[in-house]
């Protein structure tokens, strides 16, 4: 699935991919095709070939779960209640505080193998759940672990101003200005975070203390994203435009100011169908907006033991397209060339073009809407990555 222009998914036809250490030679249709000295020829049979998927927003490594939470929202207890009461995201940071850097990449690692094992090639993985330095330092530690000995592309977020932990309730700003200075310096020091992240709600951080920690984050020289518009409107996307944010993720709340900003900066919105469903919104993102403005729009799992434990890439694309009303093409985009675009990773990975990496998916499909029409089944067939 190339990106040519006026062909459904940009597909080709009886098409041939060349690679070599890794990286994409050529991909182009059978006939004319060069000849190369082949060391190996895989016959695909007909199959679909996609660039492998990226989940662009998780939360993978962390402690405990949240079960207990999820009954007491079924008996009516919403997200923010349960929130200011001590649940919701500082029971994972106790969890979280408390486990073993071993403990943590082995339960993370059982999540990264779900979605690995649904195509995924590329995920980032945000901290948040330490809330305080050394916590913060070992989530990334774990995560930059995962990179190096896992089969799959890891990009890693410091999320350090996920919540206001307990010890700084009522101090918000002195908590911010903490993320911003001697917790960033640590995480710049031993080269943990390609990106800073940041939750900019009524529940966690103002406007102003989010601009705080980004343009902390960009004197250091690193990307910034956002969670954004996901309970209410405080113009979080607007922010992260005006700031060059790679992404501004969730925004059930967006409204076409945010959306004008955002396509003029070329900001990705990163929609997480998965918090939607488990939390039982009803305000969908405005998806016809962006469309009509030109905003590239990327998905993930946002998998997360609060509000969407999910590890299901192909689920997503299903929920994208029944709960969001994209389309199955939107949807793929989704998680490969918007969500590369998501990360900074465009001219990496995301679509099947020369001197990109040799990231593949190879589908057991007819066509591929199936991909996104199909529930509970996984017609995966082959996984590769960096030419693997």
């Not at 036809?13 to 050529?26: E, N, Q, T, W």
């Not at 070939?49 to 008996?75: K, N, Q, S, W």
């Not at 299901?312 to 709960?323: G, Y």
Request: charged fraction near 20%; aromatic fraction near 6%.
């Amino acid at each position: 699935m190339s990106p040519a222009l006026g062909v459904p998914y940009g597909a080709i036809a009886d098409g041939v991919i060349a690679a070599r250490a890794g990286r994409i030679l050529h991909v182009g249709p059978r006939a004319g095709a060069p000849a190369f000295a082949a060391a190996e020829i895989i016959d695909c049979e007909g199959r679909w070939i996609t660039p492998g998927l990226i989940d662009c927003h998780t939360h993978l490594v962390h402690g405990g779960d949240r079960a207990h939470e999820f009954e007491l929202r079924l008996e009516g207890a919403t997200y923010e209640e349960i929130a200011r009461a001590g649940g919701g995201i500082l029971s994972t940071v106790k969890a979280t505080r408390a486990a073993s850097e071993d403990a943590l990449f082995a339960s993370a690692g059982r999540r990264l193998a779900a979605l690995t094992a649904e195509g995924v090639t590329t995920v980032e993985i945000k901290s948040g759940y330490g809330l305080e330095q050394e916590a913060e330092l070992k989530q990334l530690r774990v995560a930059r672990r995962l990179g190096r000995e896992r089969p799959v592309t890891v990009r890693t977020s410091f999320l350090g101003a996920h919540a206001v932990p307990p010890e700084y309730q009522g101090r918000s700003g002195d908590y911010a200005a903490l993320v911003a200075g001697p917790m960033l310096d640590a995480v710049v020091a031993e080269g943990l975070a390609d990106a800073v992240d940041a939750f900019c709600e009524g529940i966690a951080f103002s406007p102003e203390e989010t601009r705080q920690v980004f343009e902390a984050a960009r004197a250091r020289g690193l990307a910034i994203k956002l969670h954004a518009e996901q309970l209410s409107n405080l113009h979080g996307a607007a922010l992260a435009a005006e700031m060059g944010a790679l992404s501004a993720d969730h925004l059930e709340y967006l409204d076409e100011a945010g959306v004008v900003a955002m396509a003029r900066a070329g900001t990705v919105a990163v929609v997480l169908p998965g918090a939607f469903y488990f939390l039982r919104e009803t305000k969908v993102p405005p998806i016809d907006l962006m469309r009509r403005h030109g905003v590239a729009i990327a998905l993930a799992t946002d998998a997360n033991p609060g509000s969407s434990p999910l590890t299901s890439p192909l689920l997503v694309l299903n929920m994208a397209c029944t709960l969001f009303r994209m389309t199955p093409e939107e949807a793929l985009a989704g998680l490969t060339r918007n969500a590369a675009s998501a990360l900074g990773l465009q001219d990496e990975t995301g679509t099947l073009e020369a001197g990109k990496s040799c990231d593949l998916a190879i589908w057991e499909i007819e066509r591929p809407a199936e991909l996104s029409y199909r529930i509970g089944f996984n017609p995966l067939h082959t996984r590769i990555w960096n030419g693997q």
